[in-house]
């Protein structure tokens, strides 16, 4: 069974630039969540979709968008790049959709730096 | 908001050594307690996890306790291997928000 897939793996942007990155969940989970990880704020939650829809978001700016398509792959976007956005972008899948009270499977991240 | 407390934050040990992890969380709401492993150049891996309706869980070589009065829980690692050497994350979250408080991480060393 293949596990989370997230793509790319090393990313390299300039400040100001946008940036999309993508995450394909293990086959029959439908719930998706990004975190960001940083060595200074630690894991941080981001936003959680479940059948298409966006269903928590953490405290993050606008600049930080994603969205599901109906095989259940996801993407995420920043956009306007801040050298604080640097850091390693994970993407979790679980089964039904509560997030973290199933198992979710975590990827090993996009490592994402602005320069 | 939750806030999440982990302590401490680099553990250096023996091989065959005990380890303990401890977290404290601020919101009372909070009924789910999981721990996460991540090794390098990896993602988090579900280790064990705990619900407020219990007070202590073992599996194998690692239990969790929680004290909900304190609002503590912390992770026990027993009979240490290198192979146990990684990053250990506790999580608290409750069902009303589905959005999990991460504490900042321990780097677990086990020294053969």
């Known amino acids: 069974k293949a596990g989370v897939t997230q793509t790319p793996r090393y990313l390299i942007k300039t400040r100001g630039q946008q940036v999309t990155l993508s995450c394909s969940p293990i086959?029959?989970?439908?719930?998706v969540s990004w975190y960001q990880q940083t060595p200074g704020q630690g894991l941080q939650f981001l936003f959680e979709?479940?059948?298409?829809?966006?269903?928590n978001k953490g405290n993050f700016p606008g600049r930080f968008s994603g969205r599901q398509f109906s095989n259940s792959r996801s993407e995420m976007n920043v956009s306007t790049l801040e050298l604080g956005d640097s850091a390693l972008y994970l993407c979790?899948?679980?089964?039904?959709?509560?997030?973290?009270?199933?198992?979710?499977?975590f990827g090993q991240g996009t490592r994402l730096t602005v320069v | 908001g939750e806030n999440v407390e982990q302590h401490p934050s680099t553990l250096s040990v023996q091989e065959g050594d005990s380890a303990v992890i401890k977290c404290t969380y601020s919101?009372?709401?909070?009924?789910?307690f999981p721990w996460y492993k991540q090794e390098l150049g990896k993602g988090p891996q579900l280790i064990i996890d705990?619900?407020?309706?219990?007070g202590e869980k073992k599996d194998q070589r690692i239990a969790v306790t929680l004290n909900k009065t304190a609002k503590h829980f912390s992770l026990h690692i027993t009979e240490t291997q290198p192979e146990d050497s990684a990053v250990y994350f506790c999580?608290?979250?409750?069902?009303?928000?589905?959005?999990?408080?991460f504490g900042r991480g321990t780097s677990l060393i086990v020294h053969p």
């Open positions: 086959s029959g989970h439908r719930s």
């Open positions: 979709y479940f059948s298409e829809t966006q269903r």
């Open positions: 919101d009372s709401a909070s009924n789910y």
């Open positions: 979790a899948s679980s089964l039904d959709g509560t997030g973290l009270y199933t198992e979710a499977f």
């Open positions: 999580a608290a979250l409750y069902k009303g928000s589905y959005i999990p408080t």
């Open positions: 705990i619900r407020s309706n219990v």
